[in-house]
């Protein structure tokens, strides 16, 4: 994951030629160079840009260079500091180190200093910032999930992601619980401008009010009882990258309005602090509540509602979607197996998963195909090893029989899976007719009327032309 676009470096010092010098010879695609004479101007530079390293000349004509370091500590802890000094300042640039700068430089200076001194600064940065990536779940290496199958309903919803990714605009999802809304925003996430950007993932539903307030938006030093030391919140963490609150329906009033101005805005402002900030991050939020009911209620903010219901997805239950099961299940018998071993489920077992209900949807068949393989006889899931399933597994129905209807249905679904997809093979391996396997998809609600999906079954039905 690259974390930043360059390297933002404020150079502040009151001789014009410095400044010159920093950004005629330390400029380049990999360091953007922000100049400053005076420790106002560094101020405002720092208000709408987070800067990665700050050298700061000791002397300056408004203010102590070592009171614009305290300063920069205070609002922008993750920022290194490089001091430039002259020999009779030594000491205190010294002293200074011991408070918390990163390293100090001496007049005159080679720009070979300069850039091994910046280049270490900014490795410590990273590393400070990665270990904060990686305890809000947005490390690095870790393969982006995808939506398994090739069921109408999965296809709309990648058209959608395709559609939406490369935009700025909030996404809203929707749907039950465990239909796969982290698995879509990271999908929008991974196919967006910020892909190689912060991912950042915050469940709303883990925080209490305050809590969550001060992680978002972090804190100044002393702004509340135990703020020992300023800490930098999700937001600024998460600029130039993607920031995903899951169950958004759980936030409070309060910071559904503070969380709209930073929508409109792209601005806000720490927890005891009195300056507001810049940051640049893409929204998504999702739910499993009907929120434009919790508008009615009185229980969701009605302007923040509309500003993150701009686009939204709604993840189709396992229930509506059964045909993608077999894809399903064998891509969590590969994800989950462990040391080589491989695993295979019976087909009397597959009839099983395929007329469950999953009230707990993917997540809970994902759980079930992990339990079952735990319990699988020589690597063969069996029906006694679904939790559903007693010494004598029993289907949903109370006559202890499916029907013919449910055991054709499940067939072709076995059949469609089997040839990848394909119809004319699939309707090879059952032995009937092309035509007569598209009239069974769409009486068992398998497919679509042709007009809604015609935009996503086009491509399928041009492989089994050509493969027929």
């Known amino acids: 994951m690259s974390i930043f676009n360059s390297i933002e470096i404020l150079v502040v010092d009151d001789e014009p030629n410095i400044q010159k010098l920093f950004v005629r010879e330390l400029a380049n695609p990999g360091r953007t160079i922000h100049a400053a004479g005076t420790a106002a101007q560094a101020r405002e530079i720092l208000r709408s840009t987070p800067?990665?390293?700050?050298?700061?000349?000791?002397?300056?004509?408004?203010?102590?260079?070592?009171?614009?370091m305290e300063h920069i500590q205070e609002a922008h802890p993750h920022t290194a500091i490089v001091l430039i000094t002259g020999y009779a300042d030594v000491d205190t640039a010294v002293e200074a180190m011991k408070a918390g700068a990163y390293d100090y430089i001496t007049k005159p200076f080679s720009l070979e200093r300069i850039e091994q001194v910046i280049e270490r600064a900014y490795q410590r940065v990273r590393l400070t910032r990665e270990n904060e990536l990686l305890r809000h779940g947005a490390g690095s290496g870790t393969p982006t999930p995808k939506f398994i199958g090739h069921s109408p309903a999965v296809q709309r919803v990648r058209y959608l992601i395709e559609r939406v990714a490369p935009t700025d605009t909030p996404v809203l999802l929707t749907g039950e619980s465990g239909t796969g809304k982290n698995v879509a925003a990271a999908a929008i996430h991974a196919q967006s401008l910020r892909a190689d950007q912060p991912f950042i993932v915050t469940n709303c539903a883990n925080f209490d009010k305050e809590l969550l307030r001060s992680e978002l938006f972090g804190y100044c030093k002393g702004a509340f009882t135990g703020a020992e030391r300023s800490h930098e919140g999700l937001l600024p963490l998460a600029h130039k990258g993607t920031?995903?609150?899951?169950?958004v329906g759980e936030l409070s009033l309060e910071l559904q309005a503070a969380l709209l101005r930073v929508l409109e805005t792209q601005r806000f402002r720490r927890v005891g602090d009195k300056e507001e900030r810049h940051v640049d991050v893409r929204f998504i939020f999702a739910t499993n509540r009907n929120l434009a009911r919790e508008v009615?209620?009185?229980?969701?903010h009605d302007a923040f509602y509309h500003r993150i219901n701009v686009f939204t997805i709604e993840l189709p239950p396992l229930r509506e979607r059964r045909e993608d099961i077999p894809a399903l299940v064998e891509y969590f018998l590969h994800t989950l197996a462990k040391n080589g071993q491989t695993y295979h489920i019976s087909p009397a077992a597959m009839q099983q998963l395929m007329t469950n209900p999953w009230p707990g949807n993917v997540r809970e068949l994902r759980n079930v195909i992990e339990r079952g393989m735990i319990l699988?006889?020589?690597?063969?899931?069996?029906?006694?090893?679904l939790p559903f399933c007693q010494k004598t597994c029993r289907t949903p129905r109370e006559s202890g029989f499916a029907t013919l209807e449910e055991l054709e249905r499940a067939h072709i679904i076995l059949a469609l899976h089997a040839a990848g997809g394909n119809k004319s093979k699939a309707a090879q391996l059952l032995g009937i007719g092309r035509k007569t396997l598209y009239?069974?998809?769409?009486?068992?609600?398998?497919?679509?009327?042709?007009s809604a999906t015609a935009p996503f079954l086009e491509g399928a039905e041009k492989d089994d032309e050509s493969a027929a």
Do not use: H
């Open 51 to 68: 800067i990665d390293v700050a050298i700061l000349d000791i002397r300056l004509p408004d203010a102590s260079g070592l009171t614009l």
């Open 243 to 247: 920031l995903f609150f899951d169950e």
């Open 296 to 300: 009615e209620l009185g229980r969701f």
């Open 376 to 385: 699988a006889e020589g690597g063969i899931i069996g029906v006694n090893a």
């Open 439 to 450: 009239r069974k998809l769409a009486d068992y609600g398998l497919i679509d009327a042709p």
